[in-house]
């Protein structure tokens, strides 16, 4: 056992002597495989962060919620005959909400796209305003950066109060706190009594850009049947979704009065909708990843075993006499795969150094902008790319380790370089 433990120290020391020996040569080797690492881990670190942008938009929209829409968000379909469908009106909602078994909570709302609001000498654009009930903030999803949502008496006496969106907040107030502050929406003037905090995701930005009122004041600027309303339904916890999904259809079409054997003329929209945009996503990072990944891996197994067989010719007189002295073949052998695998190992820790750095500034310059990107490496991606390279090592280094090994000791004391 000690006889082994000193013949793999003899391997590993004479193998880290040999890459110290040419520093610039074996970090000029490595490179393909420095850059094949960095893609790995990039690939691995983009992909994470778009399961975390994911799974953010589930706990936003709720992945226990159904919303009858007008629109579909999956986009599916002809968007002239959606365009041409009749708005749900706040009538047809209620009597649907009173028709509903299934449901543990529903609420209604309205939005406006495209608003401009005025705080003092500033603007921000493209804001969403949506009106909605006191109810929406039961859901465990709405939480509030500061102050309060408004009440149910708030609600009924369609009070002119606001909930900002974080994106707002920024615009308009620039780090100080809103609450009490004057806002004009709509030519009208609302107080500020809450905050959201940063919601927005990759796929639900828009939610940092809007600022929710009651209900009944929405309809008082923008119109009681101006603009469809959207029915949120949540299912109660021992409903499985795909019944409420099956009674809220059938709820629908009869009280919008579709015939039987006609398409819906509305849609039942979930958070799992986005599901094909990640999917999509995710093929595109995978296909360009592994391809790149591929084709520096590659060019790295290809310099490693060039620079491994010169290695070999350069060293063939000091083959020659180690097994003169009686080192065996397989110590030979050993000692230029570690050569290989630690030329592979020392990229790949050169690699995922760049890589964190660049991940760790890239995350805090985007924060406010991309929220969901992770600040580190994940652990295991780290691993993987450490085994990887140590394969990719072993691979270049097999064919010159074997040439090495089956030198003839006695033409490899001979030879002269």
């Not at 009065?257 to 398409?263: M, R």
């Amino acid at each position: 056992m000690n006889r082994l433990a000193n013949q793999l120290a003899e391997v590993l020391s004479s193998a880290v002597e040999s890459l110290r020996a040419s520093p610039l040569r074996s970090f000029l080797t490595s490179l393909g495989v420095m850059i094949g690492v960095a893609f790995v881990s990039l690939m691995g670190w983009a992909l994470r962060s778009l399961d975390a942008a994911w799974e953010s938009t589930l706990s936003t929209l709720g992945s226990d919620i159904l919303y009858v829409d007008k629109w579909n968000w999956a986009g599916g379909g002809s968007w002239r005959a959606a365009m041409n469908r009749k708005n749900i009106t706040i009538e047809q909602a209620e009597e649907i909400a009173r028709r509903l078994r299934s449901a543990g909570l529903i609420y209604f709302s309205s939005d406006a796209w495209g608003q401009t609001i005025v705080s003092g000498d500033k603007r921000a654009s493209g804001i969403m305003v949506e009106g909605t009930m006191a109810i929406f903030a039961q859901l465990p999803s709405t939480t509030l950066a500061e102050g309060r949502f408004f009440s149910d008496l708030e609600e009924r006496h369609a009070a002119a109060v606001a909930v900002i969106g974080d994106g707002i907040r920024r615009t308009l107030f620039e780090g100080r706190s809103p609450i009490g502050e004057t806002i004009r929406i709509g030519g009208r003037n609302f107080i500020i009594i809450g905050t959201m905090p940063k919601r927005g995701t990759l796929f639900t930005d828009f939610l940092d850009r809007t600022v929710y009122i009651p209900l009944p004041t929405f309809f008082a600027i923008y119109g009681r049947h101006a603009r469809s309303v959207t029915i949120a339904v949540k299912a109660y916890t021992s409903v499985e979704l795909g019944e409420l999904r099956d009674e809220l259809t059938g709820v629908v079409r009869a009280v919008r009065n579709v015939p039987p054997g006609s398409p819906d003329d509305f849609a039942i929209n979930e958070a799992q909708v986005f599901r094909d945009q990640v999917a999509n996503i995710r093929a595109v990072i995978w296909a360009v990843g592994i391809g790149l990944t591929a084709l520096s891996f590659l060019v790295g197994v290809i310099g490693i075993t060039n620079v491994m067989f010169v290695a070999v010719v350069e060293r063939t007189k000091e083959i020659g006499i180690r097994r003169a002295v009686g080192a065996r073949r397989s110590m030979i052998l050993a000692q230029f795969l570690m050569e290989a695998a630690m030329l592979c190992l020392a990229g790949a820790i050169v690699g995922m150094g760049v890589c964190s750095v660049l991940v760790l500034v890239i995350s805090v310059v985007t924060r406010e902008v991309v929220s969901f990107l992770l600040p580190t490496l994940p652990a295991d991606i780290v691993g993987v790319a450490v085994v990887i390279s140590i394969v990719v090592g072993i691979v270049a280094g097999l064919v010159p380790a074997l040439r090495a090994a089956r030198l003839d000791p006695v033409e490899a004391l001979r030879y002269e370089a």
